[in-house]
């Protein structure tokens, strides 16, 4: 990864860490990555999309409570497979140990898979980059990596705020980069990018 692509993600990792409103915080990520006039992007109702998913987690944590054990929670991210049409796949388990790295996971709900709508509309807008063979490109880099984890972490943030988790909490894709966006008692915050 390059550095100003690591960098973008690191500032969009801080603005969503300090951030109290979740559509300011939005704009800013848009204007960080340099998507602020895509109206496919600005558009994206971040709003209704966190009552939804708000919805869908605790209905995860209240049919599979978070058992013992749990340090930390891992919002993930992966490329999901729908017969011929590919999703953002976004789901949440629990983990022992430190940190993504050094840790193993011990709770995966059976209903752990969410849906959003933020998420697949960029990567629906994503598709349209492929569309064109422009994957090459620091812009596909910035749709498919910096605003992807922006846009999870900034979901994950309010949706773990408005059911009061006091865990800390992770965002990452499953092959590796992670920011930590929640840890209670501290003003800490790492990110790991490769």
Request: hydrophobic share 40%; glycine share 8%.
């Amino acid at each position: 990864m390059n550095d100003d692509l690591a960098g973008r993600f690191r500032r969009i990792a801080d603005l969503v860490r300090s951030s109290q409103d979740p559509s300011s915080c939005w704009s800013h990520i848009l204007e960080t990555t340099g998507f602020e006039s895509d109206p496919s992007l600005s558009s994206l109702a971040i709003s209704s999309d966190l009552l939804s998913l708000t919805k869908q987690v605790q209905s995860v944590f209240d049919l599979e409570p978070i058992p013992a054990g749990v340090n930390f929670l891992w919002f993930g991210l992966f490329d999901l497979q729908k017969g011929s049409q590919e999703l953002e796949g976004y789901y949440v388990s629990g983990w022992a140990g430190n940190d993504p790295d050094r840790g193993w996971q011990v709770y995966l709900p059976k209903s752990s898979y969410l849906v959003s709508e933020v998420l697949n509309g960029i990567k629906s807008r994503i598709r349209r980059e492929l569309a064109n063979e422009e994957c090459a490109t620091p812009k596909f880099e910035l749709l498919d990596y910096a605003l992807m984890l922006g846009a999870a972490a900034l979901l994950t943030k309010f949706v773990i705020k408005a059911l009061a988790i006091q865990l800390p909490v992770y965002v990452g894709f499953d092959s590796g980069d992670w920011a930590l966006i929640n840890e209670p008692g501290t003003s800490t915050f790492p990110v790991k990018t490769s």
